[in-house]
């Protein structure tokens, strides 16, 4: 029997219970140079829509290891939403992050019992949610860089549900979980020229989780009213010893568009 590693993803995580969990958010530093240097006293807004093309997986208490490439994500994506919202006034800033999806797939085997064919069905729904939001205040201001330290809190909620039929015998099964963390971290960009600048952003915190990070690093190109940037970002929590889930990761690239108001 050929199972989908939707299915594995699935099944690892319902029995994991997701007592303290998987899917992987802010990138993030502003992804582009600002239009001027100047700090200016008013607010000002920048939206970035985004796609993270992320590989997800983790570890169950008992050892077993789970991963699902971004590819095999994408095959079963049903609803996505990804997008970075900043609001600043001077030094200070004020920063949310969120992701959210909806993984479903479904997949069917035939095998014998006591010699009789017999067609197991299988249905899997995963749905994650991340969200990730700060105050910042910027400590490094020179002409060419800009970094702002800022603390928050990170939420991450996971549901898992599985539905299958072996001939005429049904059942199904749900889990969920969430888990909120406070974080403290850097982020900031650095100028290579009027138009292009690298970005970054790392952070740290714990809570509900053991520990959680999370790191970004890209290059980004300004237009007059909006910027375009790619990089590479990563995510992991690290859960205590009574939970089933042992950690949760997950990486890849990301490319996007800021929109400055």
Do not use: C
């Not at 099964?173 to 290579?192: C, F, H, M, P, Y």
């Not at 007059?224 to 205590?240: E, H, I, L, T």
């Amino acid at each position: 029997m050929a199972i989908s590693n939707l299915w594995k993803t699935a099944t690892f995580l319902a029995l994991a219970g997701l007592q303290t969990p998987a899917l992987a958010a802010d990138p993030v530093a502003d992804p582009a140079p600002p239009p001027s240097q100047i700090i200016e006293d008013r607010w000002s807004f920048k939206i970035t829509p985004y796609l993270w093309m992320a590989t997800m997986g983790g570890r169950t208490a008992s050892g077993d290891s789970f991963e699902m490439p971004f590819h095999q994500v994408f095959d079963n994506l049903s609803f996505a939403l990804m997008t970075s919202i900043a609001a600043e006034k001077g030094r200070f800033g004020i920063y949310s992050d969120l992701i959210y999806l909806n993984l479903q797939g479904s997949d069917s085997a035939t095998g014998n019992i006591v010699g009789n064919p017999v067609t197991l069905n299988l249905d899997a729904t995963i749905q994650g949610f991340i969200t990730t939001n700060a105050l910042g205040y910027r400590v490094i201001d020179t002409q060419s860089t800009k970094i702002s330290g800022y603390g928050g809190f990170r939420y991450f909620w996971m549901d898992v549900d599985l539905d299958f039929t072996l001939g005429g015998f049904r059942a199904s099964a749900n889990s969920q979980g969430s888990v909120i963390d406070g974080v403290v971290g850097l982020r900031g960009e650095t100028k290579l020229s009027d138009r292009w600048a690298l970005t970054y952003l790392g952070d740290i915190g714990t809570g509900q989780s053991e520990v959680t990070w999370q790191a970004f690093g890209g290059l980004g190109y300004a237009f007059d009213s909006f910027d375009m940037f790619a990089g590479y970002r990563a995510m992991k929590w690290q859960f205590d010893n009574t939970a089933r889930l042992n950690d949760f990761y997950t990486h890849g690239p990301v490319i996007g568009a800021r929109f400055r108001f």
